[in-house]
Nanobody, 127 residues
Framework: QVQLVESGGGLVQAGGSLRLSCAAS????????MGWFRQAPGKEREFVAA????????YYADSVKGRFTISRDNAKNTVYLQMNSLKPEDTAVYYC????????????????????WGQGTQVTVSS
């Protein structure tokens, strides 16, 4: 069955770094755009970053641009989110998601465009 399993979350001080991983199985990973979303307590789920299945196109929320980097390894069926210069406002549960695309350069930024979701990993940034 389809699985997306996030890992790499944890507690870090402001200014620190974390690298999230999302291992995919049960579908043809290289046919899917991948995205990262996050949800803080009492807030809506928000878009963080997305990458096309070719890896050639990426897109970031303004709040993380220049600090976060999304990447993927299609040979390992894994997508990553490198998070640097973390801030307390980055504290949230982070989810990876997969959305089928026909065009290798395409990606999605809306949750409803994604087909599969992981269970999430907690990221806590202390001040």
């Amino acid at each position: 069955q389809v699985q997306l399993v996030e890992s790499g979350g944890g507690l870090v001080q402001a200014g620190g770094s974390l690298r999230l991983s999302c291992a995919a199985s049960g579908f043809t990973f290289s046919n899917y755009a991948m995205g990262w979303f996050r949800q803080a307590p009492g807030k809506e789920r928000e878009f963080v970053a997305a990458i096309s299945w070719s890896g050639a196109s990426t897109y970031y929320a303004d709040s993380v641009k220049g600090r976060f980097t999304i990447s993927r390894d299609n040979a390992k069926n894994t997508v990553y989110l490198q998070m640097n210069s973390l801030k307390p406002e980055d504290t949230a549960v982070y989810y990876c998601a997969a959305g089928f695309v026909y065009d290798g350069s395409y990606y999605y930024t809306l949750p409803n465009d994604y087909d599969y979701w992981g269970q999430g990993t907690q990221v806590t940034v202390s001040s």
